[in-house]
């Protein structure tokens, strides 16, 4: 119950521009005839159901239950048809091959280290079809160094029934490790707050090694850009968007 009004409330506080951006940058990036699409850790469905609206074959993979319950929700709401798939995607054993895996939202910094992220990207392009894309963005060392460290967000409900507080500190113990201390409090009847607290822990990886590990798994075809590009746009940019072929 808890964690179902946190996936709710990382929901309605997304940025919906963010979903319009990975709609431009899925569609300007798509091979012609891409008719099925993967997005995995595709979460509440967002960009599902825009991808789906124009017209495309999507599956919506997630670990979470309650985030595809929202995307349920999504779905229908929109009349969208969404093949729904509860997974872990570093074993995607049951799954065909795609024309397109999209994966967003530095999705795979939250993957334990570099073993499981070889892991992911060779099920990836074991589902991949021969002329297929893979599409993916990642969080920048710079993010996890610079950027995130001491970063605060906090947010109240207008009714005041909801309220949420993010915090993010550096992980001394791994090399461009951010921990993210997340704290949801909800409003009882009697007017008294309860908390529930989440950690959510990242990584960012060096662009060598990201190439590397892509070239390991089969992708002998990798463009790396920023801001939402192919190219690199900033000196230090704190995502970097990835289009990879076999």
Not at 62 to 78: C, G, N, P, R, Y
Not at 183 to 211: M, S
Request: a negative charge; glycine letters at 6%; proline letters at 3%.
């Amino acid at each position: 119950m808890i964690y179902q009004s946190f996936a709710q409330l990382y929901d309605q506080l997304f940025d919906p521009e963010m979903y319009q951006k990975w709609e431009e940058f899925t569609i300007k990036n798509l091979p012609a005839d891409t008719k099925n699409i993967l997005d995995l850790a595709g979460g509440s469905g967002r960009l599902g159901v825009m991808l789906a609206a124009r017209g495309f074959d999507v599956t919506v993979a997630d670990f979470s239950a309650e985030m595809l319950s929202i995307a349920d929700q999504h779905a229908t709401e929109a009349g969208a048809n969404l093949h729904l798939l509860q997974a872990d995607m570093r074993d995607l054993s049951a799954l065909p091959q795609y024309d397109a895996i999209t994966c967003y939202a530095d999705s795979f910094c939250y993957l334990d280290d570099a073993a499981a992220v070889q892991k992911t990207f060779n099920e990836i392009a074991d589902h991949l079809k021969d002329n297929g894309v893979f599409l993916f963005d990642v969080i920048s060392p710079y993010q996890t160094d610079v950027v995130y460290p001491g970063y605060m967000f906090n947010y109240e409900d207008e009714d005041h029934q909801r309220a949420f507080m993010w915090q993010s500190f550096k992980d001394d113990d791994v090399d461009h490790g951010v921990i993210h201390e997340l704290a949801f409090f909800t409003r009882d009847n009697d007017g008294r707050y309860d908390r529930v607290g989440e950690t959510h822990y990242e990584r960012a990886y060096e662009l060598p090694l990201l190439k590397q590990m892509l070239s390991q798994a089969g992708f002998n075809s990798v463009e790396v850009g920023s801001n939402f590009s192919t190219s690199i746009k900033e000196e230090n940019p704190t995502r970097w968007f990835f289009k990879c072929h076999k």
